[in-house]
């Protein structure tokens, strides 16, 4: 808790007041929400107590120009009794308080928790990672030997081999002729983009923490848990099935579920032929896998980073794996921040046109008996240019029984993994932070 004054308008006129600036967590958001109007300084995560606010009129306040409209052009101040600023001059109280806050987010922010849409002039402290744990973006280099995958192969032996080479040295490999058509990948990035363009309001209808919703749109990783905030907003759908869940799906854009859905067909259709040469590449029968996911499921995160003001200092997402099977991501191609973990050494991974960024999840590094690696990555973010990723991940079903084919276990290959259930993973995975150990440390054998 920290404490300074501020200039509150009253009905008697402004008057100085010590406030309290008080973490704003998730559970004392509620109490956020009943201050009418309020200054969020320092940090998007803080606002202050809900005695120190300017003027009491919702209304009166729009995400611009807070100060200038509700502070009068002219009169009286009487000089802070506390800390002894001198009186303020007529117009002089908004800039004292743009100097006093080293971050003004718009009052929108404070009800609305998203970043993408608020103005920033500094990172708030609630998202600034400790020095032992940040991105030394100067540190980074761009990985120029990632695997690029042609799915257009003819030769199945050759694909199969390069499949399996990707997966056992990386983790992870890009595919290019992959099938699905460059217009609807354009069409997928643009109506993201336009759906991060509404207003901070608009977003706010879908707002939720509740990582058990099946479409939110959200910020962070997982706002209830985690104590460093992540620079990144998303939305999180679920897609499959479609019928099911479609008309859940944001009504603006008008465009976006049926530009949407078509992208989840093909990304899904993808995801089983890249399963089947996967199962291959191991030397199992090419369904192998697929039957092993069950009826899988189909999640979509449309990652959002705005341009951050001190990209150095914290992370769009920090280092984790995927829990599911396997990800499709779609990478903006103007702006990269996608990073990769290979021999110790964190690489950039600059987007190709026209191709697909395939990570492999947890679980088939589990059903793989750990012969294949599912990758540690992250997302860094950008002073200048918002970036924008799709990630479609491919999820076992929730009684999926996650053991290792025995082909994979005999002979020195003893099974790496204690049987699972995908949804006890599940489960174990979001009752973490995402960058602690990686979470199949916890079912070895
Ligand atoms: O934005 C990216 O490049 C990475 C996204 C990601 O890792 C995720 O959504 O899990």
């Not at 303020?88 to 922010?109: E, H, N």
């Not at 589990?366 to 924008?388: D, E, F, M, P, Q």
Request: include cysteine.
């Amino acid at each position: 808790m920290t404490s300074s004054c501020f200039p509150v308008l009253t009905s008697a006129g402004l008057r100085w007041h010590q406030s309290t600036v008080i973490a704003c967590n998730s559970s004392s958001v509620t109490t956020c929400k009943q201050v009418k109007l309020g200054l969020l300084i320092g940090s998007g995560r803080q606002c202050l107590s809900d005695s120190f606010f300017i003027g009491t009129q919702h209304q009166s306040v729009n995400t611009k120009g807070i100060f200038e409209r509700s502070i009068p052009q002219s009169g009286s101040y009487p000089p802070c009794p506390l800390c002894k600023l001198p009186k303020p001059q007529t117009g002089d109280v908004f800039r004292r308080l743009s100097r006093a806050c080293s971050t003004i987010v718009k009052l929108g922010a404070m009800e609305t928790k998203v970043i993408s849409g608020v103005e920033f002039s500094s990172l708030p402290s609630s998202y600034i990672r400790p020095e032992s744990d940040r991105p030394r973006l100067s540190e980074v280099s761009e990985c120029n030997d990632v695997p690029v995958i042609d799915l257009g192969c003819k030769d199945r032996g050759l694909l199969v081999k390069q499949i399996g080479d990707a997966c056992r040295e990386y983790g992870f490999f890009q595919v290019i002729n992959h099938g699905l058509s460059k217009e609807l990948a354009d069409s997928m990035v643009k109506v993201a983009h336009e759906f991060f363009s509404l207003s901070v309001e608009e977003k706010m209808k879908l707002y939720s923490d509740d990582p058990s919703k099946t479409m939110r749109l959200s910020t962070s990783f997982n706002v209830r848990k985690e104590t460093v905030h992540n620079w990144r907003d998303y939305l999180r759908l679920h897609c499959y099935p479609l019928e099911k869940y479609a008309p859940e799906w944001p009504s603006n854009p008008s465009s976006f579920t049926d530009i949407v859905s078509a992208y989840c067909i093909e990304a899904r259709a993808l995801g089983f032929r890249l399963q089947e040469a996967i199962s291959e590449s191991l030397g199992l029968q090419k369904d192998i896998l697929k039957d092993v996911l069950g009826e899988q499921g189909q999640h979509m995160a449309i990652n959002y980073y705005p341009a951050c003001p001190e990209p150095d200092l914290t992370y769009g997402l920090p280092a984790h794996t995927d829990p599911n099977a396997l990800t499709i991501l779609l990478q903006d191609l103007q702006v990269s921040g996608l990073q990769v973990l290979k021999d110790g050494k964190w690489l950039a991974i600059k987007p190709q046109p026209d191709a697909f960024v395939i990570n492999l999840g947890d679980q088939i590094q589990a059903l793989s008996n750990g012969k294949y690696r599912s990758v540690w990555h992250r997302a860094v973010v950008n002073a200048n240019r918002a970036r924008l990723s799709v990630a479609s991940f491919l999820c076992p079903c929730d009684s999926a029984n996650i053991s290792a084919p025995k082909e994979l276990t005999t002979g020195n290959d003893q099974a790496v993994y204690t049987d699972f259930t995908y949804a006890e993973y599940y489960k174990k995975f979001w009752s973490r932070n995402l960058d602690q150990e990686h979470c199949l440390e916890l079912f070895k054998n």
